[in-house]
């Protein structure tokens, strides 16, 4: 397989996983107190956004990439 048809389905999974999750959610773990024996830590959720049309672009040029890989064969 071309290395451009690769990148482009990297891309076609990317822009696809975008449009469906609409962002990426983590868990992290905070600690609040710390004091000689006493130790208190907190889950806090993060979420890093991913606009629809990152998802789209991503989905449109992985197309792209395949197509032109296909006809360079």
Same mark, same amino acid.
């Given at each position: ?13 990317? *822009?696809?996983?975008? #449009?469906? #999750? ?6 992290? /773990? ?5 004091? *000689? ?7 806090? /959720? !993060? ?8 998802? *789209? ?13 296909? !006809?360079?064969?």
């Amino acid at each position: 397989m071309k290395p451009i048809m690769l990148i482009g389905l990297v891309l076609i999974v990317f *822009g696809a996983v975008a #449009f469906i #999750f609409q962002g990426i959610t983590y868990t992290s /773990r905070e600690k609040i107190i710390d004091i *000689g024996s006493i130790h208190a830590s907190a889950d806090t /959720r !993060k979420t890093i956004p991913l606009p629809p049309v990152v998802g *789209g672009l991503a989905l449109v040029s992985g197309i792209v990439l395949v197509i032109i890989g296909r !006809k360079k064969s």
